[in-house]
């Protein structure tokens, strides 16, 4: 003797899976466009990596890392120039002081773009997570399986799904 049954999905997985889909689609195109934004305003800015910088001397800042070699040479300048204080070790009366905060405003700048890029680039992965936890949502909620079970002499004995 053999019976058959339909297992069938709980209601809405496959909404959920279609949601996800749309919502990673979303995030992988803002995290693009964002991207874009900043490295275009970057490039605006027309800045150049100094020359002694330990890396990406001499490329335009457009990018993570050439904002933050940026930043980090400023940084060594700006302690070159005051003796190695910051600008609150600084009397107030130092004509480096106004030098020393403008160094820090700079780099606070460039860190904040390189803030954003990881940002983009957190929200992009995300996105390509919500893509593919979706589409396994979406296959599991819009197939529905039947098993056919033996049972001969009172305990199933096979199992098969077709």
Not at 19 to 45: K, N
Not at 52 to 74: C, H, K, L, N, R
């Amino acid at each position: 003797m053999s019976s058959s049954v339909t297992v069938r999905p709980a209601k809405g997985v496959r909404g959920i899976g279609i949601v996800s889909i749309v919502a990673g689609i979303i995030m992988i195109i803002a995290g693009v466009v964002v991207w874009f934004i900043v490295s275009s305003t970057l490039s605006d800015e027309q800045i150049t990596v100094s020359e002694d910088a330990s890396m990406a001397a001499g490329q335009e800042v457009a990018g993570p890392f050439t904002a933050y070699a940026q930043a980090d040479i400023i940084n060594q300048h700006a302690m070159e120039a005051s003796g190695g204080m910051t600008y609150a070790q600084l009397d107030q009366e130092d004509p480096t002081r106004d030098t020393v905060m403008n160094a820090s405003f700079l780099r606070a700048s460039l860190f904040t773009s390189v803030v954003a890029f990881g940002v983009c680039a957190l929200v992009i992965g995300l996105g390509v997570m919500f893509i593919l936890v979706g589409y396994a949502f979406s296959r599991l909620g819009g197939s529905s399986s039947a098993a056919v079970v033996s049972t001969p002499t009172g305990g199933p004995t096979s199992t098969s799904t077709a």
